[in-house]
């Protein structure tokens, strides 16, 4: 089994997962109905979610108008134990399962997904082609592979320019979405034997931001969380004077202390031959 990234392995321990639950947003209605359009097997469906975390994608997946109905069984697999015990308390559905498992290594038997989704996850992955191969070996023939992934939007507030650069000094050279390491996937002797050339999608929009959100979703990232207490007391104290200064923030109500907080979801829909 492909060893999973040291920094992940200690970012999302014991005893960060909680906050990982409570702190990471959730995913837009209209990219899982964009998912659901581009699966192109009949229902009802089995979907394998890699690195399915606590469950935040799972349980809008399952609350989700245009999947509800529509999964018969899903396969979650998570290499971190803390991640799969907030799973199994926040995700109660008789038609979901979730288990130790890592991209190149998912113990699903040959051709039997129609979906394999993977969100906020899959730039952590070790070796794309492995990963290329076992998705092709467990989709069925017209199944597909999604990739989702939120971010902060830099160009959505200069705030949130200001807020990226601060957190992420601490990123210490690991693979971070950003930096589209994960691109190389497509690139890989196994992906174009076995799929289609990805489709993107991007969609920016504004979420509900607080002080408290926006510190417990820097917390939340695996490079902040391994910090010692004083390099994060430091973190905070300069997250805080950057929204004091409110360099281009747009309130919803400002008594309450409630403003936007701008976000893009990207979508990468791979079709298998």
Request: hydrophobic content about 35%.
């Amino acid at each position: 089994m492909t060893t999973v990234h040291k920094l992940a392995q200690v970012g999302f321990g014991t005893g960060t997962n909680e906050l990982y639950d409570r702190a990471r947003p959730s995913y837009p209605p209209a990219t899982l109905a964009h998912i659901r359009q581009s699966v192109r097997g009949s229902p009802p469906l089995n979907v394998v979610e890699l690195g399915s975390g606590t469950g935040i994608f799972t349980r809008a997946l399952l609350a989700h108008p245009d999947w509800a109905s529509s999964v018969k069984q899903l396969k979650a697999l998570e290499p971190s134990e803390g991640m799969r015990d907030v799973f199994t308390k926040t995700v109660g559905n008789e038609h979901v399962s979730v288990s130790d498992g890592t991209f190149d290594t998912t113990g699903v038997e040959d051709g039997w997904a129609d979906l394999v989704v993977i969100a906020q996850a899959f730039h952590w992955c070790p070796d794309y082609e492995k990963a290329s191969a076992e998705f092709g070996r467990i989709l069925k023939p017209d199944g597909i592979v999604a990739f989702i992934w939120n971010l902060e939007d830099r160009d959505g507030a200069a705030w949130v320019a200001q807020l990226r650069d601060r957190i992420e000094q601490h990123e210490n050279g690991t693979p971070q979405f950003r930096l589209n390491l994960w691109e190389a996937t497509f690139s890989t002797p196994s992906y174009q034997k076995f799929f289609e050339p990805p489709v993107r999608e991007r969609w920016s929009y504004a979420l509900q931001g607080t002080r408290d959100i926006v510190v417990n979703r820097a917390l939340s990232k695996s490079y902040i969380a391994v910090l010692p207490p004083d390099e994060k007391e430091k973190v905070v104290k300069d997250i805080e004077q950057i929204l004091e200064k409110k360099d281009g923030v747009k309130w919803e109500d400002q008594e309450k202390g409630i403003f936007e907080y701008p976000y893009s979801t990207l979508v990468v829909i791979s079709k298998r031959k």
